[in-house]
């Protein structure tokens, strides 16, 4: 199945939610407590997947809260140099901090995340603050999970998810399952859910599917069905170094295997993955590929230090592709 979209708008993608600042250890083999230097980078997955799709190539840009401080003018600087638009964000005016991610790489296998989340100001995104016209010139809208967490966030997902419905742009739900900020897991359950069932395209892991149906064990299968029951047309499930599955509204289903990688830390894959498999699909390539170029794009990611300013190019991608002999 082949998936098209519209060829006469502004923005390939628009992403709207969670940007903010990671501080992620330079000191590797070494719990944080021992952790004395990092380095400041943008973090925040919607932001990571702008940055990354802008990085490909796409023409991009980005809806969001942020601070009235330095760390909230470095986001916008990076994202502007980088390509991204930012002429919807908006600047906090009750004094709200930009969330901070301090990473741990302990081992390639054992990395953690140690997040502030409190009160920060992409949480504070208001319904008001978003505009339809804005939404109307995007290809595809991405929301993503960590933005549901609380009102009034949540409510901005849900005007920009009315505006992109009305619009006819398709919408992609990026699962970003960050627990910090949720109250319950059947409270995160109701609003993934809901979430899931206004998208043309999820992408997930199956843990994060696991958290969306509060519940573990169901196979694959089973969460692909329900989910394509609503207005998904493909839904991705990501199985970390087993490789990942997408299953479509016809029936199709196409498995691609991870790619091997010199692993410095795991964070930031998903966010590679995510921009990489947007960018094969508005690129018209089949959905094999796009699966091999968002592998191929998170082995790039997890070999390097950071997450925003690691996002590949496609010369990259096509690269590890073409030396594994797997792409088609």
Same mark, same amino acid.
């Given at each position: 199945m082949g998936?098209?979209?519209?060829?006469?708008?502004?923005?390939?993608?628009?992403?709207?939610?969670r940007a903010c600042i990671d501080l992620n250890a330079t000191e590797y083999n070494r719990p944080m407590e021992e952790t004395m230097t990092f380095s400041k980078y943008v973090g925040g997955s919607p932001a990571n997947i702008a940055?990354?799709?802008?990085?490909?190539?796409?023409?991009?840009?980005?809806?969001?809260? %942020? +601070?009235?401080?330095?760390?909230?003018?470095?986001?916008? +600087?990076? !994202?502007?140099?980088?390509?991204?638009?930012?002429?919807?964000?908006?600047?906090?005016?009750?004094?709200?901090?930009?969330?901070?991610?301090?990473t741990e790489i302990k081992s390639p296998e054992e990395c953690s995340i140690l997040m502030?989340?409190?009160?920060?100001?992409?949480?504070? %995104?208001?319904?008001?603050?978003?505009?339809?016209?804005?939404?109307?010139?995007?290809? !595809?809208?991405?929301?993503?999970?960590? $933005?549901?967490?609380?009102?009034?966030s949540r409510e901005a997902v849900f005007q920009?998810?009315?505006? $992109?419905?009305?619009q006819g742009v398709p919408i992609v739900f990026e699962l970003d399952h960050r627990p910090y900020?949720?109250? +319950?897991?059947?409270?995160?359950?109701?609003?993934?859910?809901w979430a899931a069932e206004q998208a043309n395209i999820v992408i997930g892991t199956r843990d994060e599917y696991n958290i969306l149906e509060n519940h573990e064990g169901n196979h694959d299968e089973q969460t692909a069905e329900s989910l394509l029951a609503y207005r998904a047309e493909l839904v991705v499930i990501k199985h970390g170094v087993d490789g990942s599955v997408a299953f479509e509204k016809n029936g199709a289903i196409t498995r691609a295997k991870a790619y091997p990688s010199k692993v410095l830390k795991t964070f930031g894959a998903g966010d590679s993955y995510a921009s990489?498999?947007?960018?094969?699909?508005?690129?018209?390539?089949?959905?094999?590929? $796009?699966?091999?170029?968002?592998?191929?794009?998170?082995a790039i990611v997890v070999s390097k230090h950071s997450s925003s300013e690691a996002m590949p190019t496609v010369?990259?991608?096509?690269?590890? %592709?073409?030396?594994?002999?797997?792409?088609?």
């Open positions: 998936f098209t979209f519209a060829t006469d708008k502004r923005f390939d993608v628009i992403a709207v939610g940055i990354g799709s802008s990085k490909l190539g796409l023409k991009t840009g980005f809806i969001g809260k %942020l +601070s009235d401080d330095q760390h909230g003018r470095f986001i916008q +600087s990076y !994202m502007d140099r980088v390509g991204v638009d930012t002429s919807q964000m908006v600047t906090d005016t009750e004094g709200r901090k930009s969330g901070l991610t301090f502030y989340r409190t009160d920060v100001a992409d949480l504070y %995104l208001r319904p008001e603050e978003i505009s339809e016209g804005y939404i109307a010139q995007a290809k !595809m809208l991405l929301i993503s999970g960590t $933005a549901l967490a609380q009102s009034p920009a998810v009315d505006y $992109a419905k009305r900020t949720w109250q +319950s897991a059947e409270e995160t359950s109701v609003y993934y859910k990489a498999f947007l960018y094969a699909l508005l690129n018209e390539k089949s959905v094999r590929e $796009a699966l091999q170029f968002g592998g191929a794009s998170a010369e990259e991608i096509e690269a590890l %592709l073409a030396k594994h002999e797997q792409r088609v």
